[in-house]
């Protein structure tokens, strides 16, 4: 065409010739750690550095050089850099050893969006040239191949590991609290430090029932830290239980070769705490205004109340007024923490154990002064070990800040410093807390006899978690506060409180202005009638029970049926603690 004006006018470019020459950028890939060992990456990058010196390419730079499962493009870090590095800079081709090497997906998507910013993928192992359509065509022949290797290689891997799941044999990272050695003929896993820990979790869950975030401070105070999701994680994981779940066995569990770590048992105690508790979730108790949260029940709709503090009076007054609160959509009902621990130490007070059940009582307080001793000292060696730990650390930032000779540094150093010495402060008074000399048994026992007759007392003398399991050991489906009448109404109450209460005394005034007094009235039953008869020990109750071989199983076989400990040992754990 001479008509060289009206040439500009002209669309499209003519095809480019594949002349040798350009900017190139090599990417490499393995798709484990185990090839990285193996070398496999330095002979891919070899092999892509020796095809741009052969076609005299100009290599601007390189990428890759670890380990990315290609099963999702958008989801490798060193992938998804090369790309924007494409989008930023004009190149002309991306050398990669293979195409299969590049995307194993199957998808041209990303062969389409290197192509898009006028680039090409070459492979350093094949002869073909993209830019032509029989080498477009070879090159998704290639990425096809890929994805069905790929796919295949997914189906016999799914059915190799369902074979070594059903054997017992698990088929990844064993979860924390497990040493994990494996092998093509053997597999050990074993139980470590840690887990030893995590087994405390258990029992402390199963036994007190206490929040998530309260078994987390405890650990934590021992060495262990782990976060309160992860602490949940692990309490609905059966494997420490013995058992395997995985997605490959499409909805089974099957019983693993590892040791487990707690008993079928108390894995399940654990998970029916948690059900009661929406699922998983725990409501916030720690609130030491609300120590009846959990156990107080909104007389409108019956759900949990929850508890806040009233800004008014506080903004108004600077005083911290405590209110129970329901936080169920259109039920506005609310009352004072204070009139309702009046009201529940009233009738706290009218409740006691009577002398008949002494014997009973005795025989649990003496086995639990004993697992006390043992688990107090356990828990105390681990605490004062953590200490140790925490002192030495201490130390060596003291020596740090000491040698320290910029400003910035010695700054850095003291605020690890606070933060040690807080927590040192903190793991000593809890370390304080738990006596190693225990009172002699005679003391124990008669200390505790004395608090069973007076429940209030030992209710004052609790933390919040022995104020809750004394609170579901009476009230085990709670209760509610009636504004009217001012008085807690209990929706049941254990029976080894009701059937023979102790006291009989005169009510305590209510309101200092009371001036007239009412008579008690009586809460004992009849021996018979609608109330179950009440049962007579035998004197020499001691003997006697240890005449009865089904004795200790059938406290077993109740706390697993109820998913409650007995009374009497729940009360010999609360008097204990005092």
Not at 436 to 455: A, G, I, T, V, W
Not at 544 to 565: A, C, L, N, Y
Request: charged content about 30%; some cysteine; aromatic content about 10%.
């Amino acid at each position: 065409m001479k008509d060289f004006e009206i040439k500009k006018f002209a669309k499209g470019e003519k095809p480019k010739t594949s002349k040798d020459g350009g900017t190139v950028i090599i990417y490499t890939r393995v798709s484990s750690s185990e090839q990285i060992d193996g070398q496999s990456l330095e002979v891919q990058l070899d092999k892509c550095r020796e095809y741009a010196r052969t076609h005299s390419y100009t290599v601007l730079e390189e990428f890759g050089g670890t380990y990315e499962s290609a099963k999702s493009d958008k989801e490798r870090k060193e992938f998804t850099r090369m790309l924007n590095f494409i989008r930023k800079i004009k190149i002309d081709f991306v050398i990669v050893f293979s195409t299969s090497r590049f995307s194993r997906t199957g998808s041209t998507t990303i062969i389409e969006e290197v192509e898009a910013r006028g680039a090409y993928v070459l492979s350093a192992t094949s002869n073909y040239d993209p830019r032509t359509p029989t080498g477009k065509y070879m090159q998704l022949m290639e990425l096809a191949n890929a994805r069905f290797q790929n796919d295949d290689k997914r189906v016999t891997t799914i059915e190799n590991s369902l074979k070594a799941l059903l054997k017992g044999r698990w088929i990844g990272k064993a979860p924390r609290g497990y040493d994990q050695k494996t092998t093509k003929k053997e597999q050990i896993i074993e139980i470590n430090d840690e887990g030893k820990k995590l087994r405390k979790a258990f029992v402390w869950k199963a036994n007190e029932n206490i929040t998530n975030e309260e078994i987390r401070k405890r650990l934590e105070l021992e060495g262990f830290c782990i976060s309160k999701q992860k602490l949940s994680e692990a309490f609905k994981n059966p494997f420490y239980a013995g058992y395997m779940a995985h997605k490959f066995l499409q909805g089974d569990i099957v019983l693993g070769n590892h040791p487990p770590l707690i008993s079928k048992e108390i894995f399940l105690k654990v998970n029916g705490h948690l059900a009661k508790n929406h699922n998983g979730y725990e409501q916030k108790l720690d609130k030491d205004y609300a120590p009846l949260l959990g156990s107080i029940k909104c007389p409108c709709c019956g759900k949990n109340l929850s508890a806040s503090l009233s800004t008014k009076m506080r903004k108004k007054f600077n005083r911290n007024i405590g209110y129970y609160v329901c936080g169920r959509k259109g039920c506005k009902f609310n009352c004072s923490t204070k009139n309702v621990h009046d009201a529940y130490s009233f009738l706290l007070d009218s409740y006691a154990i009577a002398p008949i059940d002494e014997e009973l009582l005795k025989l649990q307080l003496e086995k639990t002064f004993n697992n006390l001793n043992t688990e107090n000292k356990e828990r105390a060696a681990e605490i004062k070990a953590h200490l140790r730990n925490k002192q030495k650390e201490l130390d060596k930032v003291e020596t740090n800040y000491a040698l320290a000779t910029s400003t910035k540094q010695r700054e850095i150093c003291q605020k690890v410093m606070d933060r040690l010495e807080k927590e040192i402060i903190e793991i000593q008074k809890e370390y304080q807390n738990i006596d190693l000399e225990l009172l002699n048994l005679d003391k124990f026992l008669d200390y505790s006899l004395h608090l069973r007759n007076n429940l209030l007392e030992m209710w004052r003398l609790q933390g919040l978690s022995g104020k809750r399991k004394m609170q579901e050991m009476l009230f085990p489906n709670g209760f509610q506060y009636n504004k009217n009448n001012e008085v807690i109404e209990p929706n049941k109450v254990n029976p080894f409180f009701v059937i023979n209460p102790l006291k009989s005394a005169k009510y305590q005034y209510k309101k200092e202005k009371t001036d007239r007094e009412k008579p008690h009235p009586s809460l004992s039953v009849l021996e018979g009638g609608l109330e179950p008869p009440q049962p007579l020990w035998p004197k020499d109750f001691k003997s006697f029970v240890s005449t009865i071989p089904p004795f200790e199983q059938h406290i077993k076989d109740r706390e697993r049926k109820t998913g409650f400990e007995p009374a009497t040992l729940t009360l010999a754990r609360l008097c204990s603690t005092n």
